[in-house]
């Protein structure tokens, strides 16, 4: 699928509330995800600026290194205006133990894991179901490609929005330091 083309089924209708008045503007109510292109790197920075506080932002070579070893599992959430409103890195991994933050990819680290390395929603989008819908893409794109499972690591408290989902923690797992504080490994199996 070429970058920024839409996949069946990802339109969706974000209904007025005030909750999301900046999204819903006349003009703004198609949304899509579209995977990652060149264009999408600026509002993928500006989102990841706003959407974490427990760690520093990541450098783009480092994030664009997740996005190059598997661009097919890399989207963003867009306006119909192409406003980036929030996005997901995720790339296969071979590993029981997460890679680190603030490094680039090793260049042989595919496996039958897909890790999601991040996932964020920009502050004027909160509470409007743009990160359920890019979790969602998440698993069914790890199904669809025959990964054994997801592996991620929850930081910022985010645990119980990822249990949600069905993901389990792993305990005694190995986490590097720079995840922050209360980072938790889970584990999603996505193959029966």
């Known amino acids: 699928m070429a970058a920024g083309r839409p996949f069946h089924g990802s339109f969706v209708a974000i209904p007025r ?6 999204l819903c ?35 783009v070579d480092v994030l664009k290194s997740k996005w190059k070893a598997s661009p097919e599992t890399c989207f963003v959430f867009q306006s119909s205006s192409n406003e980036i409103l929030g996005y997901l890195l995720a790339h296969p991994w071979n590993s029981d133990e997460p890679p680190k933050l603030f490094e680039e990819l090793p260049r042989k680290s ?5 890790y999601l390395h991040d996932l964020a929603v920009s502050n004027n989008a909160r509470e409007s179901g743009i990160g359920k819908q890019l979790s969602s893409k998440l698993i069914e794109v790890a199904k669809l490609r025959q990964f054994n ?3 991620l690591v929850a930081v910022q408290g985010s ?26 490994l889970m584990s999603l199996n996505v193959q029966a």
């Open 17 to 22: 509330s005030p909750l999301c008045s900046a």
């Open 110 to 114: 595919a496996g039958d894991t897909l």
């Open 25 to 59: 503007h006349p003009w703004n109510k198609v949304m899509s995800i579209v995977e990652i292109s060149e264009k999408s790197w600026q509002g993928i920075l500006k989102v990841q600026e706003e959407a974490y506080t427990g760690v520093p932002p990541e450098e």
């Open 149 to 151: 499972r997801v592996l």
């Open 159 to 184: 645990g119980g929005y990822w249990s949600k989902f069905g993901f389990r923690e792993v305990h005694n797992a190995s986490i590097c330091s720079s995840y922050g504080t209360n980072a938790k």
